[in-house]
């Protein structure tokens, strides 16, 4: 079968982006940044608190970390629970230890699940970061602006609900939006989302219902991606996190304030062989002068004004 | 064009067995010509299908994808760029030619640096698979007439946008001009590619020191890819006493750019650019060498010879 004519017209090929969600612009070449008393890095470490449903649907496709024997898998579906029961209070204990005030991804129906659980976040002075219903509700283009937005409501409400916080940011699950997701999100009262990986610094994005902003967030220093992606071990995991952040460093420097995104896993960090690897990037990191630890929403406030 | 039967074998070259071959010998005495390929490229996100391959693994838009290449353009580019300037090195630009039309700004970095570039398409969400050869032609014919009106350069090399060919590519690119292809794996030696028209030459341009290949399907850490690097590096070295080889280092922005990535790899191009043996070299005068020195002709005719059955 031969291709349609049409196939060689680009009707979006022009100046910038081939869309009109947010402007193209060199990260180099921008105004610096700067962060409260002069920090050079904003370290943003993002804890994913996720809940996966034993009947969770293949299609489109599946989120990240999904359950992948035949049903019922209990061997995916009780590991990841691991991280709800043990692995979250695991890393909350360390942040503790360390003073920090941090960001927690959760799965809206964790608020019914294991309310205890987000108890712990918020009195542990944590920001809640809306992550979708659970991790068998993706976000598509295939999903009609209805039945997305009722996902996106009811995710907010329980949170909401649930924490008294004002939840103004937004991480889907598997990072996955549809054409729409944008729109819907600011329409809820979303301020921030952390999905799009192309960037190290907050950028706004435009959306019909007014403008959001693009948080970093380090897919390929992300410690689910190293371990369960790469199959790469704990150390090589360590050494890539502070190369990372040396480099980042470095340009503070020369081009201003920039952000270090540590996202975690609850079923991965909050291992009882893996929690001290955290220690040890949390120690490296916070050994340097100059680095502000702050939840992801604070970090955008920073910025707001500035981008 | 109906459909024709599969084929066994490419048949776009003569099995040369590496000893014996005619001795190359690079400008300047140099022992190994060493060329880094940069692919800037442009992936759509909302790009139309091809029956033979979906542009994305999730529906459009997939946004984590989109925006992990479009890393590459706002922020890692520039960190590529610097370790390159560095180590002396000028790229050879696998270029979407798209990308001219989208950031001239990346463009316009590159052509200051005397930077060539190549075809790499259009753009790298759209595949030469099921195209007619007039709808082939067409997109070749894009190519050269963007890179001229941006860069003012003639192009002298392809890479098809990722990956995709026909059977026909070969000789609808020599036709057009072309000079050389990186489309093929076979050999550490620019070779002679059996084209209806023109001179068209393989060159070497490796899959195991590309950065995609290495990060996104080996699974290789940073710090190894530098170590793979230096290896493949010390081995070609030492071989191209005997005759010059070449090696290739192909590069994304959006992989090698990534801030806990750029340090190993600049270490390594160092490392290379500090032997004296070494031609830090493009694409275009890799293959422009390799005619003038008569090396196009020796080793074809000790191709056809081999073939012969003069072993």
């Known amino acids: 079968m031969s291709l349609p004519e049409n196939y060689l017209d680009y009707p979006a090929r022009r100046y910038g982006m081939d869309h009109d969600r947010y402007d193209w612009s060199d990260m180099f070449a921008r105004k610096p940044i700067t962060w409260p008393d002069g920090a050079r890095i904003a370290l943003s470490v993002v804890t994913h608190v996720q809940h996966f449903p034993l009947d969770m649907p293949a299609k489109p496709f599946k989120a990240p970390g999904a359950l992948s024997m035949p049903y019922p898998d209990f061997r995916y579906f009780t590991h990841r629970v691991y991280g709800n029961r043990i692995g979250v209070f695991r890393i909350l204990r360390l942040l503790a230890e360390k003073g920090l005030q941090t960001s927690f991804a959760v799965n809206g129906c964790i608020a019914t699940r294991y309310p205890a659980l987000l108890k712990a976040v918020v009195e542990g002075g944590h920001e809640v970061v809306a992550h979708g219903l659970d991790m068998g509700k993706v976000h598509h283009s295939g999903l009609s602006p209805e039945d997305e937005n009722a996902i996106i409501a009811e995710t907010l409400r329980l949170l909401r609900g649930a924490t008294g916080q004002p939840v103004e940011g937004w991480l889907s699950p598997g990072r996955a939006q549809g054409f729409n997701t944008p729109e819907l999100l600011a329409r809820n009262g979303i301020r921030w989302n952390l999905d799009w990986a192309n960037d190290d610094l907050p950028y706004p994005m435009r959306t019909s219902e007014g403008r959001l902003l693009a948080m970093p967030l380090a897919y390929e220093t992300d410690d689910r991606v190293v371990a369960n992606e790469y199959f790469q071990s704990e150390p090589e995991w360590v050494q890539q996190v502070k190369d990372r952040f040396d480099v980042l460093y470095r340009e503070s420097a020369d081009y201003g304030g920039r952000v270090m995104s540590l996202p975690l896993h609850s079923w991965v960090s909050g291992m009882p062989y893996r929690v001290e690897y955290l220690r040890e990037v949390l120690d490296y990191i916070l050994g340097h002068d100059g680095v502000w630890t702050a939840p992801v929403g604070q970090i955008a406030a920073a910025a707001e004004g500035q981008v | 064009m109906g459909a024709e039967p599969m084929r066994s074998d490419l048949g776009l070259y003569d099995y040369l067995p590496w000893p014996g071959r005619p001795r190359i010998t690079w400008p300047g005495g140099k022992k190994l010509a060493v060329w880094i390929a940069p692919n800037i490229e442009f992936y759509e996100y909302d790009p139309p299908n091809n029956p033979t391959r979906t542009p994305w693994g999730r529906p459009n838009p997939d946004v984590l994808q989109y925006s992990h290449r479009d890393y590459g353009n706002r922020a890692g580019w520039q960190r590529m760029m610097a370790a390159m300037d560095q180590a002396g090195f000028r790229g050879s630009v696998s270029l979407n030619v798209a990308l001219c039309?989208?950031?001239?700004?990346?463009?316009?970095?590159?052509?200051?640096?005397?930077?060539?570039?190549?075809?790499?398409?259009?753009?790298?969400?759209?595949?030469?698979?099921?195209?007619?050869v007039d709808q082939e032609r067409e997109i070749i014919r894009d190519a050269f007439d963007t890179v001229r009106k941006h860069t003012g350069q003639e192009l002298a090399g392809w890479l098809s946008p990722a990956l995709s060919n026909n059977l026909w590519t070969m000789d609808i690119l020599a036709e057009a001009g072309i000079r050389y292809t990186c489309d093929m794996f076979h050999d550490d030696q620019p070779m002679p590619v059996k084209v209806k028209s023109g001179k068209l030459i393989s060159m070497p341009y490796s899959l195991e020191m590309n950065d995609v290949i290495v990060y996104n399907s080996q699974k290789v850490t940073p710090r190894h890819y530098g170590e793979i690097i230096r290896r493949q590096f010390d081995q070609l070295y030492r071989e191209s006493d005997e005759s010059g080889m070449v090696m290739c280092i192909p590069l994304h922005p959006y992989l090698v750019g990534q801030p806990h990535r750029i340090d190993a790899f600049a270490e390594a191009i160092d490392y290379i650019a500090g032997h004296d043996g070494v031609w830090q070299a493009t694409g275009r005068e890799i293959a422009e060498a390799y005619h003038a020195s008569g090396a196009y002709d020796a080793m074809t005719a000790a191709a056809a010879k081999h073939a012969q059955g003069d072993r």
């Open chain 2, 101 to 132: 039309d989208h950031h001239p700004e990346i463009i316009r970095a590159c052509a200051d640096r005397g930077w060539e570039f190549f075809s790499h398409g259009i753009y790298n969400t759209r595949y030469v698979y099921n195209m007619t």
